[in-house]
Each structure stands twice: as C-alpha cells, then as structure tokens.
C-alpha cells in the first residue's frame, strides 16, 4: 500500500502517519507513505517518527498543481488531512483559507483522478453542520457553517462529493468533533490552556463559557479514518464523534484541576464573532456500519495530554514563542525595525 498524506506534519495528520509506520492497523506493515507539508506554522517535523524506508517527506503547497502531479502517480490512496483549521484566524483573514481549504482539495482531487488513485478519503469536521441546541447532526443533516473556516470546508466536502458523482473517484468524506491529544499547536483551546497555566499564566475563556464541544482523542479519530479508507463506501460521509461533550467552563475546570491551579486564572473575555453554541454528531453510521467505537476515556486522554505538555516544553515553548512574535508583528501600527 502507497499512501500520499496531506497535512502530515500537522497534529492529526502526523499521529495518522506515526500509527501507518508503526503498523498499528491491519495490513499497514510495510505501507509506504509520501508526505505533503507546506509546513506553515502549525505543521512541525518534530511530530514525525523517521523511517528512511517507508515515509518520503515533501515540503510543498497543495494548491501546487504541478508539484501534486509529479508526485501522486503510484499512490494507492490520498488520506487528504491538510487544512487550514483554526476559526479564529479565519476570521480576521479568510483569503487563505479559502485558497487551502477549498482551491487545494480541487487541485488534490483533480490530480488523482487524473493519476488514477484508487481511493481519497477528506477529513472534514463538524462544524460545516453549524451550531445545534438539541439532538445530534446525522450525515443527511444540511450544512450551514457560521465562520469562513467551516463554509471553507464545506465548500471543499461539497467539491469531494461533486468529484465521485461526476468522475467516480472513490471519494470519502469524515466529520469528526474536536480533537485532542499530544502534539497539539497551542492556538487550540486544549494546548493553549494547559501550556498558559505551566507558564503561570491566565486563560482567557470565551463569553459565558458555556459553549459545548464533544470531544475526541486523536488516536480514535485516526483510527475511524483508516477505517474509512480501508473499508467505507466510496460517496459516503461517515460522522465520527467522540462522545463526550463539556461545556467550555467544564473543560476549563478540569484542566485547571490537572495542572493543580485554582479558577482565579480564568480571564473572562469577550466571546468570539459568530460563536456556534453546540456541536453534537451521531455517529451511529460509523459504529454500525465500520464497528468503530471510540476506545480512549476522556478522563484518561485528558490526563496524558496535560502529563505530555508537562514533560515536553522543548516541542512547545519555541513553536508558541515564534506565534506569538508573529501576532505581535502583525499589530496594526507596529513598525519593523529598519523600515
């Protein structure tokens, strides 16, 4: 099996990666894995193992339509995590987004097509589907993103979808709830409050604090996602959640509890444009048709993430220094030295 991974560098993309090297799936003991990275600054080559045998590494832009070209023909399967995902940063410049999200899935579909790969699985998210007060989105739920990060991605699903009705690509597309685990960028609310409060520091924490994510561990999600590759529907979408949801003040408590501070670092903040209130997803097609249940308690996950952060100051403390030299360059009005 010749795999070609977008975003591979990045959190999710390089626990996928790690987990094909290691053979932690059936059947993926002698995969090759080719690597695409732009490597922007959450993607990190920190976060690969190395195995000069069975993992190329390329550092380039997917939205390259000739680099993508030279590089896809041999490849069994395109597992196309690269993205541009942070919501945040999507709305004070929405311009790269749309490149990443929605010009470079074109240019990834559009070259495997023409190169003949046999399967491409796009992990979405579930924030295409918007905000819900009650229940859970099942994948026939329509889509109605709140910021340009998910119409972003839901542009680039409907573009997956539009490649196998038109062109049979045996695409497949997953939506999972948010992520967490080791090798994190610290922008993301998890990282960010645990290294914020190692640093003796506050966390700022959105409105009233009680907007709802489910949770899942990103070694789950991996898992669903080669699942799918290996044994979902081409056409399909497949909703893969976690289980667990906490509102944001819940999750703020229990990490101020792992790393032993008291809820006088919490710094209330005005909460964000167009904050979704509730994410939920039913993932009753995924457990029924794949067999896929999520096998981390979150308690647990929890538990190592913060003991990781803890212990790896060396992978986070230059990454979160250089972003935060680079926020502080883009403040309007700021002047360069020597300009």
């Known amino acids: 099996m010749r795999l070609f991974v977008t975003g591979g560098a990045g959190f999710i993309g390089s626990h996928y990666v790690n987990a094909i090297l290691a053979g932690r799936y059936p059947g993926t003991e002698d995969a090759h894995v080719t690597v695409l990275d732009k490597l922007t600054y959450a993607g990190n080559l920190d976060n690969l193992g190395f195995d000069p045998f069975r993992l190329t590494f390329v550092r380039g832009d997917i939205c390259d339509e000739d680099l993508v070209m030279s590089l896809l023909p041999g490849h069994d399967a395109v597992v196309h995590f690269a993205a541009e995902s942070h919501v945040d940063r999507s709305i004070t410049g929405a311009a790269a987004f749309a490149r990443t999200n929605v010009l470079g899935t074109q240019v990834l579909l559009d070259c495997a097509r023409r190169a003949g790969v046999g399967r491409f699985v796009h992990v979405s998210t579930d924030e295409v589907y918007g905000s819900i007060d009650h229940t859970s989105w099942t994948e026939s739920w329509p889509l109605s993103p709140n910021s340009p990060y998910a119409a972003s991605k839901a542009a680039s699903d409907l573009l997956v979808q539009a490649y196998h009705r038109t062109h049979g690509l045996a695409t497949s597309v997953t939506r999972c709830s948010n992520n967490y685990g080791t090798h994190q960028f610290p922008e993301k609310i998890i990282p960010l409050f645990i290294t914020n ?47 667990r949801e906490l509102s944001n003040r819940e ?34 097609k995924i457990e029924k048709e794949l067999g896929f249940a999520p096998e981390v308690p ?42």
Not at 210 to 216: A, G, P
Not at 262 to 275: L, N, P
Request: charged share 30%; aromatic share 10%.
């Open 251 to 284: 999750l703020a408590e229990r990490l101020l509890d792992g790393v032993g501070a008291s809820w006088d670092r919490v710094r209330w903040v005005a909460d964000r444009k167009g904050h979704d209130r509730r994410y939920s997803l039913d993932s009753t």
């Open 298 to 339: 979150f308690e647990r996950g929890l538990a190592d993430t913060v003991r990781w952060y803890r212990d790896n100051r060396w992978w986070w403390e230059p990454v979160k220094k250089r972003a935060e030299l680079e926020a502080a360059w883009q403040t309007p009005g700021r002047v360069r030295a020597g300009a």
């Open 197 to 243: 409060l190692l640093d003796g520091q506050d966390i700022p924490l959105y409105g009233d604090g009680m907007n709802v994510r489910e949770w899942l561990h990103v070694s789950d999600h991996c898992r669903a996602v080669h699942l799918v590759l290996t044994h979902g529907a081409p056409g399909e979408i497949y909703n893969v959640g976690g289980g």
